[in-house]
């Protein structure tokens, strides 16, 4: 079955620096890997996603992801951090290779950006 | 366009009360999904409908019951509140193409005390 993994809980990050958001995943053939945000009170919003194609992916809110198979990551990056920029973070995984299709999603990074 | 409405956002339930959490979408998608949300537990998959009339149990069905009589609604009921599932209670829609995202409801937040 697939797995998600986000080993960090918490990011802390000044304003303007640059901001990563880690995920790793488990799946048994190729996976579709996805990142939402979850602002307070609010439902999960996309960000962006990796189905196939080229490594780099960008979203929105001048997020981007890259794609690495080896390492079976998909780390989220903003390069310069805004203050509205901190939420819950989750990455979550599909695994083409299994006849489950449900969506897998991480525990959840909160990041805050300090002014 | 309204996506995924769910309601009511906040209740307060007493123990051993029965109550239904209302979804609807509006995006004529086959599949929705039912997750509880604790904290720094991420989302857990409570029940799934792949179309009007087919429902599934996830991960933590125990407690819960689901219908899907139509293809915008997807109703979840608690029979007998315990406290076990005071949580964030979030509706999702997608289509049948599985490279799409998720869409997600704003949530209902309840408390069973």
């Known amino acids: 079955a697939q797995s998600v993994a986000q080993p960090e809980d918490q990011v802390n990050v000044a304003e303007g620096n640059p901001l990563t958001v880690k995920c790793t995943y488990s799946?048994?053939?190729?996976?579709?890997l996805f990142w939402y945000v979850q602002y307070p009170n609010r439902g999960l919003q996309f960000l962006l996603k990796?189905?196939?194609?080229?490594?780099l992916v960008k979203g929105s809110y001048g997020f981007e992801a890259e794609f690495n198979k080896s390492q079976t990551s998909f780390h989220l990056k903003k390069p310069s951090a805004l203050v509205s920029d901190s939420a819950l973070y989750f990455c979550?995984?599909?695994?083409?290779?299994?006849?489950?299709?449900?969506?897998?999603f991480g525990a959840g990074t909160t990041v805050t950006v300090r002014a | 366009n309204a996506g995924v409405t769910q309601t009511p956002k906040f209740r307060i339930l007493k123990i051993g009360q029965s109550m239904t959490l209302q979804c609807t979408q509006d995006?004529?998608?086959?599949?929705m999904y039912w997750y509880r949300q604790d904290p720094g537990m991420g989302l857990k998959l409570i029940y799934y409908?792949?179309?009007?009339?087919?429902?599934d149990k996830g991960e933590v069905p125990n407690g819960y019951n689901v219908s899907r009589s139509t293809t915008e609604d997807f109703p979840l009921r608690l029979e007998l509140a315990a406290p076990s599932q005071t949580s964030v209670y979030f509706c999702?829609?997608?289509?049948?193409?599985?490279?799409?995202?998720?869409?997600f409801g704003d949530g209902t937040r309840l408390s069973i005390l």
């Open positions: 999702a829609s997608e289509g049948q193409e599985l490279n799409q995202p998720q869409h």
């Open positions: 979550a995984v599909r695994d083409l290779g299994s006849n489950d299709y449900k969506l897998s």
């Open positions: 995006m004529n998608h086959n599949y």
């Open positions: 990796y189905i196939t194609g080229d490594n």
């Open positions: 409908s792949v179309g009007a009339g087919i429902t």
């Open positions: 799946v048994s053939g190729n996976p579709y």
